[in-house]
T-cell receptor, first 111, second 110 residues
Framework: DAGVTQSPTHLIKTRGQQVTLRCSPKSGHDTVSWYQQALGQGPQFIFQYYEEEERQRGNFPDRFSGHQFPNYSSELNVNALLLGDSALYLC??????????FGPGTRLTVL | GQQVMQIPQYQHVQEGEDFTTYCNSSTTLSNIQWYKQRPGGHPVFLIQLVKSGEVKKQKRLTFQFGEAKKNSSLHITATQTTDVGTYFCADTSGTYKYIFGTGTRLKVLA
């Protein structure tokens, strides 16, 4: 039984570029939440997807957008990258609202 | 807005010593979860506390939820090098998002 998977593991981009990160939830889970974790800080909630719709959003600009597919996998898109977007991006999945299962994350570096 | 603070920010202990991290919220919590994140890793769920004054134990780890449900603690007895990492509490009250604390980074010296 695979857990939460994310791709890619690492990514390097330059300012102004766009990036897409991917997440496959744990088998049987239908809800995906995305978090940003800057170095030395706790994860910050970006948004949650359920039934292919954004259910709740944290305090992130519209440059951050997402999508959930019929198979429950999800993408996080970030446009017009800033240096401050450099972080570990975590995906958490759940069946229902208890999103306690985190994936290994994607380390994004913006130069 | 709501804040979840943890103290201390860092803690270095000798192997075999005890360790405690405290989590304090500016608002009353419905539930709280604790996570451990190893260096270079991702948060791993440890436990959830729901009831006022609740105490739960997992081997050498003891978790407490305050009577007023505004604070919580994690205590590790006789630390081992495998306990190294950052411990986060997370407010999981009400809505779909989790609000993570600032974390306590534990280093265990052999």
């Amino acid at each position: 039984d695979a857990g939460v998977t994310q791709s890619p593991t690492h990514l390097i981009k330059t300012r102004g570029q766009q990036v897409t990160l991917r997440c496959s939830p744990k088998s049987g889970h239908d809800t995906v939440s995305w978090y940003q974790q800057a170095l030395g800080q706790g994860p910050q909630f970006i948004f949650q997807y359920y039934e292919e719709e954004e259910r709740q959003r944290g305090n992130f600009p519209d440059r951050f957008s997402g999508h959930q597919f019929p198979n429950y996998s999800s993408e996080l898109n970030v446009n017009a990258l800033l240096l401050g977007d450099s972080a570990l991006y975590l995906c958490a999945s759940s069946l229902g609202r208890d999103s306690r299962y985190f994936g290994p994350g994607t380390r994004l570096t913006v130069l | 807005g709501q804040q979840v603070m943890q103290i201390p920010q860092y803690q270095h202990v000798q192997e075999g010593e005890d360790f405690t991290t405290y989590c304090n919220s500016s608002t009353t919590l419905s539930n709280i979860q604790w996570y451990k994140q190893r260096p270079g890793g991702h948060p791993v769920f440890l436990i959830q506390l729901v009831k006022s004054g609740e105490v739960k134990k997992q081997k050498r780890l003891t978790f407490q939820f305050g009577e007023a449900k505004k604070n919580s603690s994690l205590h590790i007895t006789a630390t081992q090098t495998t306990d190294v990492g950052t411990y986060f509490c997370a407010d999981t009250s009400g809505t779909y998002k989790y609000i993570f604390g600032t974390g306590t980074r534990l280093k265990v010296l052999a």
